[in-house]
């Protein structure tokens, strides 16, 4: 199934652990969280409380407002007192509250309906010393939920399905830090109402909640993680899109990389990381000492210093902060990070932020999941194409220069310096933010991210915050504070797949397009919805360049129809045991689809040695995407038996007799005349006599055969006999599924060779299938009598059935007699195969023959020091395979699992196979 991840990556990078940091070397137990469908609406939790805010909403979606009326919100330089006030809750212009004292109003506002927004205000009117005041408040209502997804721990997923009703494109949106558990989905419902205003119709839009927004991002992964696996296990008909803003976009990435590297299917294709620390936040040193000074010589008597203190030591604003007064490693600033290129080492910082972000950068070996198209954003303002990243103040804002007056009451006033981090190109720190409200005469400064409100006094501008090279992950910048379009001037790597940022105002410092950290900036905005509407990768089909069957060391060309937004190279792999293990052909750059629907990318690939009977070519794309050939097979060399396939013919005329023996009683000569759909008698049970043989193009020299059964449970071989003049198989033999090899003491030559009957029973008068496949152990091969013999694959295998569609005789084609005739010379009627001479003037010789302990191979002549050694036994079973390096290797009479092989006859050959093999004698 596929799925689309949209996560918005939380709009705060700091965010810890339910539990304990976990260390480094725990993370490999984490295990993703069980989440459950739960239809009823989301609850209310007692363990949230805004009481330092002046307007939420505290039941979980946007209609049970608590509100808190302050005269500051109103007064300023007269007292900040009033004498009365009434408060106008529902616009009606009735007072719903008159008061003297601050005391806190509960409202509850009507529930739009689903997929609306509702639209409610409330006024306060105040007399006092300055005059009568007046201020308005718009508030937005949403609906209840009607999707909710939990977790035994707590953690919630919940939101609104699109028209439909029905749960199949779901864009889910990651809680951002939330260390004291105040914010509601509804929240970030409101904050991306920009983002749901232009999201197209048909799209499921979710909420992921932690249970504890202060928790590990590793351990908060593993819950995001959950609940992508519960959407998987949907089987949804789509892929889930994930887009994260600030915190989020790094648990995000955790959890999709974590997936990729432990096999778990997270079930997306799309990554947007929106202003997400992914080389960490920066939060003004200097702010953070005089906070933590000032909690040490106040202990535990100022609530506000108390709760900045647990805040900076929560597990995850210490893996996210660069430099953290509580890391154990402060206060050790590095050179790197206050010298002139600024970041340095990009993981540069305190130790646990150092540990986390070794630990996350390697996982799924680059940090990143490899399934998913990655996007990065930022919040910042520059210019990707001319790949320069605004500064958000010129020289004179830095260099110590006072930026913040700071005063938390009872405690004297502080000036903070700026610092050149604080300017870097990227977003501000929404804790130094302006919160306007209408009607008031001054600007009221809150600590939005710690829920502190102090009184500060902003020179300049804002400090910067999560760092434009760590929204877009951005490696071996070159940094300078005094150019004149300012900061980075370039950088050498990105590992996002596409990066987006505000655009620039060169010459304004800052730009006018530079944004608050937790702003949904327009360009963020559209980008998601491009991205959403975006045709993701699709790959629909691989195709082998048509012809004969292939030979060793033949080259063909290999292509792939694409279509939609490929974002990395096409990676073409090839498999030889029906897809349990695969090798990198090669990886070719995915076309430009921006403009073409429709594209095709071809390689050419070289066939290795042969033979080998189930070959697979697959192509992968990102977004994940990938298609496979059709099974193809490789021979050793152009054989007698090149070609040939297994035929299945059911004949209706022969009565079968217990005792009787029916190798020739089908009386035909030639592929052409195989009957392969059987016919029912009536009555409860059908009897039906089978023929297997061997169908060749071209006269044949059959020594040897191998092949297994594979045939419907419904049926039963009560009998069967063979044609050969050897038999070995599997002990359970004829069941299906078993294998059987077949030897002549004289070459079969012929182009249509019996094998084997069957008598087939069925108790219910249905036949169904039967046919033959690879033998388990010794594969699907053709065997002539050369020295060492020419393996052939057997190309194809019939199919006998009573239905049409079932049925299937693969007569052989007769291909042109001098394929490949520069590579393996002509195929003479006694099966020996005129071998040119190497073009390389390369010779094979064991230098000990017979061999009794061990043997020496040297390879005389030919290009290069490394080559192939390959030792065969006599019936044409790989013994041994060496990758040599140099010009002699030493045999130690081991096969390639470690054991003593026994006397008897083998052949040695090279990976060119215009190399002459040499038989050998082992003797003991």
Known sequence: MKHVCLFFISLVALSVGKSAFATQGESSTLYPRYFHRDDSAFPVSDTRSHDKNYLHHSGGWAQNFYFLPKPETLYTGCGLFWESYEVDMDGDSVADFVGTEVEPIHWQYPAPPVGEIGHEQITITAEGACGPRTATFDVLTLAEPNVTFRSPEGDSMTGYLSDDGILDRPVVVIEGVDTTNETWPSFYMSRLLPLREQLPPDYDLLVYNYADGGASVRENAMGVLGALRKLEQLDLPFETRVVGISMGGVVARYALAYAEEHEIDHGCNLFVSADAPQQGAWLNVELQDYVKQMKDLAGNSVPALNRFSELLQRPATLEL?????????????????????????????????????????????????????????????????????????????????????????????????????????????????????????????????????????????????????????????????????????????????????????????????????????????????????????????????????????????????????CARDVEFLVSYDEGHTWELIESVPAPDMDTVPNATVEIEWEAPAGPRDHCVIKAVGVPFAEAVSEPFTISDGIGPNYGGTLVLHWEPSIVYTAGEEYCGAAAIQSCDEVNAKVEYEGGVSGDWLLHAFAAFPTTSRLAAVSFALDYHHFLEVDDYGTCADFEVTDSNWPDSGSGASLSWEEPVESTFVPLYWFQVHSDINEFVYFTTKRHPGNGGYFLDDSTPPVRSPIVDHGVVSYAAGGVHVPCPETWVADVNRDLYGDVHGDGTVDRPPSPTGATLICEQNPIRSRATFSRQGGDGDRWKLQIFDAAGALVRSEEVRGHRWNWDMKSNDGERVPTGVYFASTDDPRVEPVKLAVVR
């Open 321 to 565: 902060v660069r430099e953290n007064v509580y890391d154990p490693d402060y206060p050790a600033l590095r050179p790197e990070d206050t010298q002139n290129r600024g970041v340095g080492d990009e993981i540069s910082g305190g130790q646990v932020y150092r540990d986390f972000f070794h630990e996350l950068n390697g996982l799924n070996g680059n940090g990143y999941p490899k399934r998913t198209l990655n996007v990065g954003l930022s919040n910042g303002a520059g210019d990707i194409e001319s790949r320069y990243l605004q500064a958000a103040a010129r020289d004179n804002w830095i260099d110590q220069t006072s930026f913040l007056r700071f005063r938390i009451e009872g405690f004297e006033a502080a000036h903070l310096t700026m610092k050149e981090q604080d300017v870097y190109a990227g977003s501000y720190q929404p804790a130094l933010k302006a919160a306007v409200f209408p009607g008031a005469e001054h600007l009221s400064f809150f600590i939005f991210h710690f829920k502190i409100g102090w009184e500060l006094e902003l020179t300049g501008v804002p400090s910067s915050y999560i760092w434009a090279n760590s929204a877009l992950d951005l490696w071996g910048i070159e940094r300078s504070l005094h150019g004149e379009v300012g900061d980075i001037l370039d950088w050498d790597e990105t590992k996002f797949d596409e990066i987006y940022i505000n655009p620039s105002t060169t010459g304004a410092w800052p730009s006018e397009h530079n944004a608050y950290h937790d702003d949904f900036s327009s360009v963020l905005v559209e980008t998601i919805i491009d991205k959403l509407h975006e045709e993701p990768c699709s790959i629909t089909s691989v195709q082998i360049e048509t012809g004969p069957p292939l030979v060793a060391g033949e080259v063909r060309t290999i292509s792939a129809d694409l279509s939609g937004r």
